[in-house]
């Protein structure tokens, strides 16, 4: 038997052909996200992606709208990096208070407890879930990235 024909002969089962049809009916609209109150993107990427009511934010670094990197201690930049976060969610008809999941990667994980210092100030009624990972290197010489996962309002 054919591939051609095994695969229409499965097709042809009742709970496989359902899934096949809402699948190719349930398409997700993407859709870029793009503001000037936030870096542009500094490779071939989105700062967000909207999609199925969720906004995928891409991993932001301490830099300044205008692409200007801010350096001093981990608070500072992480001020830089929330700002930033939360400009690209509003941009997407989103905020902070609608993340799911926040993924932080740090240079250094001595630098936790003061980057944590900053995070609770921007969650702290409303804790998302969070992965915090310790790297060897980030873009553009970075000492951390954020991440995030919201749902669109």
């Known amino acids: ?6 695969f229409t002969r499965i097709a042809r089962q009742p709970t496989l052909r359902s899934t096949l049809t809402m699948s190719s009916r349930s398409l997700a609209t993407i859709t870029p996200v793009a503001t000037k109150n936030a870096p ?13 009511n969720f906004v995928y934010v891409s991993g932001q670094v301490p830099f300044t709208p205008e692409g200007k990197a801010v350096t001093g201690s981990i608070s500072e930049q992480a001020e830089q990096v929330f700002s930033n976060l939360k400009a ?15 993924n932080v990667f740090l240079t250094d994980i001595n630098d936790f407890a003061e ?4 995070y609770a100030k921007y969650f702290n009624v409303h804790k998302p879930a969070r992965s915090c990972v310790a790297v060897k290197a980030l873009p553009l010489g970075a000492a951390l990235e954020v991440e995030a996962i919201a749902l669109e309002n």
């Open 88 to 102: 690209i969610l509003e941009e997407a008809g989103s905020g902070l208070d609608r993340a799911v999941k926040v």
């Open 1 to 6: 038997m054919s591939f051609v024909q095994t």
């Open 40 to 52: 542009p993107a500094a490779a071939s990427y989105s700062q967000a992606i909207k999609a199925n």
């Open 115 to 118: 980057f944590n210092v900053v």
